[in-house]
Structures are given as C-alpha cells and as structure tokens.
C-alpha cells in the first residue's frame, strides 16, 4: 500500500471530508463514512510511526494533509520542527529534503557516539563529518569525541541554520 504525494487530492475536497485541529494535530471527519461517524479521528498508524488517512481510495500522510488544509497547497516536505510525529501546527514546517534530513534524529549508530563523530580505523582519534548536498565535508581529527561533537555542531548550525539538529 502506498501513500501518496497528493496527486489528485485538493484542498477543497480535504476541507470537505476532513477538520484540522491546529492545537492537537488530530483530524477528525466531518462526513459520515461506512462505519465512521463524524467527529471520528481520521487515520491509522503508518510507517515510521506516522499517522495515514484513506481519503477517495488513496492513503495520504496526516501531517501533509493538515499543511494541505491549512494552505491550500500541497508541500514538497514536511518536517516536523522537534523530530517527534506530532502534527500540531506550530510543529510542522515546509522543508527541501535536505532540510528535513538535516532536522532527523540521531541514528542507531550515535548512541554510542554523538551524532556527527566517528572513531577513527586505529581506534584512537574521533574524527567530525557533517553532510550536505550529496557531499561529505571533514571536519577535522580531535582526541576526545566531545571536541568532535563541537565541531559538528558549529558546523551544523553555519550549513543547516534552523533545521540544524545536534543530538
């Protein structure tokens, strides 16, 4: 099952089928649908953990939904400002790919180190990297993986500005 980009959807028919609640993220229907009353929450569970609505036999992303609602327009991405799947309005944002990807979450792998730092091939030096644009940038070889973290993050905030995220 797939979900969609927005081909197809407008914002009319979303504002027809469905109400945005700004301050809790939710949808709800407005429509009596099947076994669906209106007021229901719209939406399931989807990959990643983010919330997918059924709307005319295509499976749609809530948060583009909501940006969709409130807009008028489809967005090309969407972040979600503190990395949580909240929807709520002050917590989404129209981003490029590489914004949105600069704003995730430290991965698996930073659990052990911070986001940013690698331990070098002789195990004794932290080396920073910060990528952008298809692009690796080195930062430099520090003893402690603090050092290297610091770097990352001022070189984090100069490439990414407000998407930038440190942990």
Same mark, same amino acid.
């Given at each position: 099952?797939? &979900?969609? &980009?927005?081909a197809g959807l407008t914002a009319e028919r979303a504002r027809e089928l469905l109400?945005?609640?700004?301050?809790?993220g939710e949808l709800t229907w407005r429509v009596h649908k099947r076994r669906v009353k209106p007021?229901?929450?719209?939406? &399931?569970?989807h990959t990643g953990g983010y919330i997918s609505v059924k709307v005319d036999g295509r499976r749609y992303y809530a948060h583009r939904l909501a940006f969709l609602i409130k807009t008028g327009r489809w967005p090309s991405e969407i972040d979600h400002i503190d990395g949580s799947k909240s929807n709520?309005?002050?917590?989404?944002?129209?981003a490029?790919?590489?914004?949105?990807?600069?704003?995730?979450?430290?991965?698996?792998?930073d659990k052990v180190l911070p986001k940013g730092v690698a331990l070098s091939a002789n195990g004794q030096r932290y080396l920073s990297a910060i990528y952008y644009k298809g692009v690796t940038r080195r930062l430099?070889?520090?003893?402690t993986p603090e050092e290297a973290h610091a770097a990352f993050v001022v070189a984090a905030a100069q490439t990414h500005g407000e998407f930038a995220r440190a942990a």
């Open positions: 099952m797939t &979900t969609d &980009t927005g109400s945005y609640d700004e301050q809790s007021g229901t929450i719209a939406g &399931t569970p709520r309005w002050s917590n989404l944002r129209e490029t790919r590489s914004q949105n990807l600069a704003n995730r979450r430290a991965g698996r792998l430099g070889s520090y003893t």
